[in-house]
């Protein structure tokens, strides 16, 4: 290797580290959100919790929809 093959390797081996760096701090960042927001404080437990509300998301949606239809028929009997 030359001694400017040398220099860029050990540039991008700087800028890599530079952005290892950078993604640390922002995965720690949502980690950190995830805690405060949902008291979850990992991936899995935050995919667990993600399942939870999406299934009770899917319950509220038909709860609504059945007394959406419900309201609907007593006014047209009425």
Known sequence: ???QEL????Q???EAKDK???LQGRKD???EQLKE???VTTLKQAQEK????EQNLETLRTEIEEATEKLEEKLNIE
């Open 50 to 53: 993600l399942k939870k509300m």
């Open 12 to 14: 991008e081996i700087i």
């Open 37 to 39: 927001k949902y008291g």
């Open 1 to 3: 290797m030359t001694d």
């Open 20 to 22: 290892a760096t950078k």
């Open 29 to 31: 960042l949502l980690t």
């Open 7 to 10: 220099l860029d390797l050990k």
